[in-house]
Every structure is written in C-alpha cells, then in structure tokens.
C-alpha cells in the first residue's frame, strides 16, 4: 500500500504559480513512477504529467507543456507539480498517482490515489 497527501493547492490570479506537493508513505516510494492529473468541474480527469521511478523522464499533456514542471525527491518521498503562468482554466481539483507503469497517461494503470487539492485561477 502506499498513500498519497498533496498539499499546495489554492487560490491564484491568473499568471501566477503554484507549487503542488505529494507526499507518499508506505512501500518503497521510489519504486513507483508517479502522475499528476486534475479533474476540472463537470470534466472527465485528465493527465497532466508523469515522471519515471528515479525522475530521468518527464511527460506532460499538451495543455501543460512549457509552464508546469514535475519532478520528485526520493528522499524526502514526495512529488511535486510547479505550475507557472496559471489560467483560468487551470482550475481543478490536482491528484497525484503512483504506478508502476511509467509514463502511463492513462488513469486506470495509476493504482494509488491522494484525496486531490484544489487549485482555483481567477481571471
């Protein structure tokens, strides 16, 4: 088993960061790739980004590219999504998974789940 706490979410202005947190306890953190995908209100969850077990490989959706950075301290058992230049649209409830499948942009390989943290971008 292992669980998942993300932390960071909030309220921003459009054009502003957030630093997402996710937090893993239980088996060996690093053995699993981990994922980020948000669910926005009355939206299917998409993925956003994903990073291999040691943090060598990075994905990300196309609606994320080039303003979100996912990476992970294996140390400290926590993945973290920086999101820069926020848009309305960013606005979702952000959940982090762990896979052992890496790189997967599809849900159901993700087999653990964190509780979400809200991320609001006003216009």
């Known amino acids: 088993q292992v669980q998942l706490v993300e932390s960071g979410g909030g309220l921003v202005q459009a054009g502003g960061s957030l630093r997402l947190s996710c937090a893993a306890s239980g088996r060996t953190f690093s053995s699993y790739a981990m994922g980020w995908f948000r669910q926005a209100p009355g939206k299917e969850r998409e993925f956003a980004a994903a990073?291999?077990?040691?943090?060598?490989?990075?994905y990300y959706a196309d609606s994320v590219k080039g303003r979100a950075t996912i990476s992970r301290d294996n140390a400290k058992n926590t993945v973290y999504l920086q999101m820069n230049s926020l848009k309305p649209e960013d606005t979702a409830v952000y959940y982090c998974?762990?896979?052992?499948?890496?790189?997967?942009?599809?849900?159901?390989?993700?087999?653990?789940w964190g509780q979400g943290t809200q991320v609001t971008v006003s216009s």
């Open positions: 990073i291999s077990w040691k943090g060598g490989n990075t």
């Open positions: 998974a762990a896979a052992s499948i890496s790189g997967s942009i599809y849900s159901h390989e993700y087999e653990y």
